[in-house]
């Protein structure tokens, strides 16, 4: 079992930047994927970025250019860079990791709400 906190979000104004982390209970770079995924009141929860176990990064075109994913050197703790916030990433973002052991098993966080408003 692998236990993922999130931490934080907060209250930012639009054009304001904020950093999450995500801290796993096992090494993250044996993870065959890591994931930042958020979900806005009434809507589905969606893929924000996400980072193999070789390194490579993938983000939604909505937050292309504005947010990093990233790994801490020695640490077991993801990031999410996030700069130019705008009111519409408001949402809750939840840390999501892939292991595979028997068979491929995926782990959720409990999520840290981020909010962009004047």
């Known amino acids: 079992q692998v236990q993922l906190v999130e931490s934080g979000g907060g209250l930012v104004q639009p054009g304001e930047s904020l950093r999450l982390s995500c801290a796993a209970s096992a090494s993250i770079f044996s993870a065959l994927v890591m994931g930042w995924y958020r979900q806005a009141p009434g809507k589905q929860r969606e893929l924000v970025s996400s980072i193999t176990g070789g390194g490579s990064t993938n983000y939604a075109d909505s937050v292309k250019g504005r947010f990093t994913m990233s790994r801490g050197n020695g640490t077991n703790t993801v990031y999410l860079q996030m700069n130019s916030l705008k009111p519409e990433d408001t949402a809750v973002y939840y840390c999501?990791?892939?292991?595979?052991?028997?068979?491929?098993?995926?782990?959720w966080g409990k999520g840290t709400l981020v909010t962009v408003s004047s």
């Open positions: 999501k990791a892939i292991f595979a052991g028997r068979g491929v098993v995926e782990y």
